[in-house]
């Protein structure tokens, strides 16, 4: 089960907008709304930022915010700071009822 | 508070077996599915299994399926992930999580985790 592509990194400084890309296939990202996207500081388990493609869980920041266009799912941090610093993954249903997370983007706020 | 713990890691030799379990609290645990993720060292996500909230459906990847089990009882609030004929590409942190999905609703995301329990398959 191969893993949705990722850039490694993504940097920007504080402010600025930046995005995520999460490339997939026909078999996941682009047949379902079903993309989540989740924040990992080092050491600290996943949080939630974004599930069925564009919703935010209660409690997490409308910077965040999320979109697809055919087999590529993105997310997109408004106004980045400090402590967005982190890594981010995607993940998405996959059919026959498996789940596939992306290969992971390191965020570096310059 | 929402909550997940996981225990029963350890080191293990290849071919070994090992069982985590996830307690949770602070919700009623029977109503969610749940799924098991795991990290290894200095590696991305890796979607391992999940569960119904009855118990009656389970998937799995196929990295794992025929060798482990996950399952629960609702009665203790508990997961578990039952590891068996464990090899060294098994090491990493195991993390227990709530998805979204209820009897009642379909979300796809996984909104509480816990800190996880590492495994380290070794000889």
């Known amino acids: 089960q191969s893993a949705l592509t990722q850039p490694a990194s993504v940097s920007g400084s504080p402010g600025q907008s930046i995005t995520i890309s999460c490339t997939g296939t026909?078999?996941?990202?682009?047949?379902?709304?079903?993309v989540s996207w989740y924040q990992q500081h080092p050491g600290k388990a996943p949080k939630l930022l974004i599930y069925?493609?564009?919703y935010r869980p209660s409690g997490v920041s409308n910077r965040f915010s999320g979109s697809k266009s055919g087999n590529t799912a993105s997310l997109t941090i408004s106004g980045v700071q400090a402590e967005d610093e982190a890594d981010y993954y995607c993940?998405?249903?996959?059919?026959?009822?498996?789940?596939?997370f992306g290969t992971g983007t390191k965020v570096t706020v310059l | 508070q929402v909550q997940l713990v996981e225990t029963g890691g350890g080191l293990v030799k290849p071919g070994g077996s090992l069982r985590l379990s996830c307690a949770a609290s602070g919700f009623t645990f029977s109503d969610y599915y749940m799924s098991w993720i795991r990290q290894a060292p200095g590696k991305g996500l890796e979607w391992v299994s999940y569960?119904?909230?009855?118990?009656?459906?389970?998937y799995y990847a196929d990295s794992v399926k025929g060798r482990f089990t996950i399952s629960r009882d609702n009665a203790k609030n508990s997961l578990y992930l039952q590891l068996n004929s464990l090899r060294a590409e098994d090491t990493a942190l195991y993390y227990c999580?709530?998805?979204?999905?209820?009897?009642?609703?379909?979300?796809?995301?996984?909104?509480?985790w816990g800190q996880g329990t590492t495994v380290t398959v070794s000889s």
């Open positions: 026909s078999s996941d990202v682009g047949s379902y709304n079903y």
């Open positions: 999580a709530r998805e979204m999905t209820t009897v009642t609703a379909t979300y796809y995301g996984m909104d509480v």
């Open positions: 569960i119904s909230s009855s118990g009656r459906i389970t």
């Open positions: 069925d493609v564009s």
């Open positions: 993940s998405s249903y996959r059919g026959s009822s498996t789940y596939v």
